[in-house]
Structures are given as C-alpha cells and as structure tokens.
C-alpha cells in the first residue's frame, strides 16, 4: 500500500532542521565573516583603498543575505502551505512552524584609513587572513548540505512532493554556493593584487633608495 498524505510530525522537526540549517548559514556568511575575516583584515590592512574595497564587499554579503533570507522564507512558507492543504484534504488542522530570520550585517568599523598612522598591508598576514575565506565557504556548504538533509526526510509523503522538494533545495543549494564562490573568487584576486603591488613598490622602493635614485 502507497499512503499519500504527510506526517505533521516529521513535517515540523523538517521545518525546525532548515530553521537550524539556516542559522547556521547566517553565521557563516555574516558572524565568522565579520570575526574570522574582516575584523581579522582591518588588523594588517588600512588605508582609504581598504575602506573603499570593504564597502563594496559588505554590499555583496548584504545582497547574497538578502536572497538567502528571501529562499528561507520560500522554503518555510512552501512547507507550511502543502501541510495546510494536506491537513485540509484529511479534516486536520496544521499550525505553521515558523524560523527566525536575521537582520544581521557586515559592520565595516574595524576597517580603518591607518594603523598608528602607517597607511599600507601586512603582506605575510593578508595572505594568511585571505585563506579564511574558504574556510567560510566551507561552513556555507555544510549548512547547505544541512537544509538538503533537514528536507531528506520532510514529512511529505506520495507522489513526487519529496523528490521536488528535495530537487528544488538542491538547486537552491548550487546558486548559493556559487554566489559566494564568485564573492570569494573576486576578493581573492583584489586582495592577492594589492599584496603583489605593495611588495612590488617595496622592492621598487628599496632598490631606489640603495642606489640613490628616485623610486
């Protein structure tokens, strides 16, 4: 016997896994970020350039939570509504489970124009800071894989309800692994330009002054 139908049970610890799921995406993508990477950046990197390149990284991470925030909402809202039809078709009631979505943002205030007045990068550190980022990619899939496995087991049972649902997050899981990739992809190589320059400037400098010309 094939049952069509849902298990209001397993509907709700499903909800409340993507919930968790979610969460720690946010944290991923904004709390470690701004601990792990940015704060960790303003230490060994300042200047009005610096400045500039944060403002526009904290627009792209505010715009990838954004889209995060609005997929969540999508994801919790579908699932509330397919167990409301369902418990309507078989004379229940079903009461949303809902998840807590996070204003949470990049705060740009460790990124300062000079450290003790030297304008300018700590180039051995940037380098080791620059690897943080994947570190966070890493926790961003892990928690993407998390909603996959949050919705493995959704609660909804018959016809090909899972296997969409299932598709559909993985799908989700794709376009925001790839958002950071490119996020990531894109700092990496202005943050390692400006390493090369500044060590190119060094040298320049250094050989200028040893040989008594200009730089």
Do not use: H
């Not at 968790?20 to 990477?37: G, M, P, R």
Request: aromatic residues 6%; glycine residues 6%.
């Amino acid at each position: 016997m094939a049952l069509t139908g849902y298990d209001p049970s397993a509907v709700r610890i499903s909800i409340i896994n993507v919930g968790n799921s979610y969460d720690a995406l946010i944290d991923a993508l904004v709390t470690k970020n701004q601990t792990n990477f940015v704060q960790a950046m303003g230490s060994v990197w300042a200047c009005e350039q610096a400045k500039q390149f944060f403002i526009a990284y904290q627009i792209d991470i505010a715009t990838l939570v954004l889209e995060v925030n609005k997929v969540y909402n999508s994801i919790v809202s579908a699932m509330n509504g397919a167990a409301m039809t369902l418990a309507n078709t078989s004379g229940s009631t079903w009461s949303n489970q809902e998840i807590t979505i996070s204003g949470a943002s990049i705060d740009l205030s460790p990124i300062k124009e000079d450290i003790n007045g030297v304008k300018g990068i700590d180039l051995q550190q940037a380098t080791v800071v620059l690897a943080e980022l994947d570190t966070i990619l890493r926790n961003v899939t892990s928690a993407l894989e998390s909603t996959l496995s949050a919705v493995s087991s959704s609660g909804f049972v018959g016809g090909e309800m899972q296997t969409d649902l299932y598709s559909a997050i993985d799908s989700i899981k794709t376009k925001i692994e790839t958002a950071f990739g490119q996020i990531k992809t894109s700092v990496n190589t202005a943050i390692t330009d400006t390493i090369n320059k500044y060590s190119t400037d060094a040298s320049n400098i250094s050989s200028a002054f040893s040989g008594g010309q200009s730089a």
